[in-house]
């Protein structure tokens, strides 16, 4: 949809995509906002990127921090809600 995978060299050829059912799922979407395919797909991408980027503060302070400093900032804002 935004042009960051190209469907013939997925994962080397090994694995086939749909880019036709990719935006009429997205285009469904994007009636249900009244935006365009590609500002849903933006929309989506920001979702994405911000849920991984979350998972990842989420395993780094699980590690790396005492848990009662861990519980203390799980339990306010400090992490990213989407």
Request: glycine share 6%; aromatic share 8%.
């Given at each position: 949809?935004?042009?960051r995978?190209?469907?013939?060299?997925?994962?080397?050829?090994?694995?086939?995509?749909?880019?036709?059912?990719?935006?009429?799922?997205?285009?469904?979407?994007?009636?249900?906002f009244?935006?365009?395919?590609?500002?849903m797909?933006?929309g989506?991408?920001?979702?994405?990127?911000?849920?991984?980027?979350?998972?990842?503060?989420?395993?780094?302070?699980?590690?790396?921090l005492?848990s009662?400093?861990?519980t203390?900032?799980?339990?306010s804002?400090?992490?990213?809600?989407?």
């Amino acid at each position: 949809l935004l042009g960051r995978i190209s469907p013939e060299g997925f994962l080397g050829g090994e694995m086939q995509l749909f880019p036709e059912r990719s935006n009429k799922a997205v285009d469904r979407l994007a009636q249900e906002f009244s935006l365009l395919r590609e500002q849903m797909a933006e929309g989506i991408l920001e979702v994405v990127n911000a849920k991984m980027a979350n998972a990842t503060l989420h395993s780094f302070t699980a590690v790396h921090l005492p848990s009662h400093i861990y519980t203390r900032l799980t339990n306010s804002a400090i992490l990213f809600t989407v």
